[in-house]
């Protein structure tokens, strides 16, 4: 069983910027981001593996960047020039043996 713990969600204004991380407790082979807004489906964001390859959603390439720690077991995601449509509870997501989901985070961006 792995447990994933997210920080650094929070309130920012449009163009600003916010740094989500998160810690497993074990080691996995991809780790990533979901997020789900009010009424909606929950959607990717980003993905990465543990040889560092990377995937986005077309709605955040080349603002969010996602990266990851494997001595840490850790990923992060660098969000850039956000705007209200970011706003969500984002999700950690980590694929092992099993798949496995954080808490959530709220991130909202005020216009």
């Known amino acids: 069983q792995v447990q994933l713990v997210e920080s650094g969600g929070g309130l920012v204004q449009a163009g600003g910027s916010l740094r989500l991380s998160c810690v497993a407790s074990g080691s996995t082979f991809i780790m990533g981001w979901y997020r789900q807004a009010p009424g909606k489906q929950r959607e990717l964001v980003a993905v990465i593996t543990s040889s560092g390859h990377t995937d986005y959603a077309d709605s955040v390439k080349g603002r969010f960047t996602i990266s990851r720690d494997n001595a840490r077991n850790t990923v992060y995601l660098q969000m850039n020039s956000l705007k209200p449509d970011d706003t969500a509870v984002y999700y950690c997501?980590?694929?092992?043996?099993?798949?496995?989901w954080g808490q959530g985070t709220q991130v909202t961006v005020s216009s």
């Open positions: 997501n980590a694929k092992g043996s099993y798949i496995y």
